[in-house]
Antibody, heavy 122, light 107 residues
Framework: QVQLVQSGSELKKPGASVKVSCKAS????????LNWVRQAPGQGLEWVGW????????TYAQGFTGRFVFSLDTSVSTAYLQISSLKAEDTAVYYC???????????????WGRGTLVTVSS | EIVLTQSPATLSLSPGERATLSCRAS??????LAWYQQLPGQAPRLLIY???KRATGIPARFSGSGSGTDFTLTISSLEPEDFALYYC?????????FGGGTKVEIK
């Protein structure tokens, strides 16, 4: 069965960096796009962007350019989200989600990871 | 950016009642709209995609309708496990956006 397993919670100080992982199993990793979605505490869902797992081309939503970087290690079917120069407002649960029922970066999300809580606090 | 506005913010109903949730888009998204359910502490779960298609394993009491700018999620008879947060999401263009959510709570 399809699974997306994310790394554990992180507590970081402002200005530090964090790298969240998302390991996929149960399907051919490079045949589906991988998306990242953010949910701040008590807030709604916000699309961060997606990475084409075949071409490795990333696309970032407005507001997530510069400090947010998507990467892949296809040898272990794992996607990564790195956030640098962390700010308190980056505190959120970050979900990875497989892109389904769509194309060219325009997807719905049928399979989700359980989320990784990133807390930024001094 | 397409803004999705969900209403009401909170819906207070009893088990067995019918729930009707609305999602309005700031411009046409054709039928490129999905609905998700989120329980506390869990990832969202895809219920409906392309406005009216039920995702795999979703009970028939969940149905979606609409096109263009106005969409509805209907839960025909609320079960105890249906009390949750519901979000709509479009995939018409970039950026993909979500609505602000509707909380269905027990009356």
């Amino acid at each position: 069965q399809v699974q997306l397993v994310q790394s554990g919670s992180e507590l970081k100080k402002p200005g530090a960096s964090v790298k969240v992982s998302c390991k996929a199993s149960g399907y051919a990793f490079t045949t589906y796009a991988l998306n990242w979605v953010r949910q701040a505490p008590g807030q709604g869902l916000e699309w961060v962007g997606w990475i084409n797992t075949n071409t490795r081309n990333p696309t970032y939503a407005q507001g997530f350019t510069g400090r947010f970087v998507f990467s892949l290690d296809t040898s272990v079917s794992t996607a990564y989200l790195q956030i640098s120069s962390l700010k308190a407002e980056d505190t959120a649960v970050y979900y990875c989600a497989r892109g389904d029922y769509g194309d060219s970066g325009r997807y719905y999300f049928h399979y989700w990871g359980r989320g990784t809580l990133v807390t930024v606090s001094s | 950016e397409i803004v999705l506005t969900q209403s009401p913010a909170t819906l207070s109903l009893s088990p067995g009642e019918r729930a009707t949730l609305s999602c309005r888009a700031s411009q046409s998204v054709s039928s490129y709209l999905a609905w998700y359910q989120q329980l506390p502490g869990q990832a969202p779960r895809l219920l409906i995609y392309d406005a009216s298609k039920r995702a795999t394993g979703i009970p028939a009491r969940f149905s979606g309708s609409g096109s263009g700018t106005d969409f509805t999620l209907t839960i025909s008879s609320l079960e105890p496990e249906d009390f949750a947060l519901y979000y709509c999401q479009h995939r018409s263009n970039w950026p993909l956006t979500f609505g602000g959510g509707t909380k269905v709570e027990i009356k």
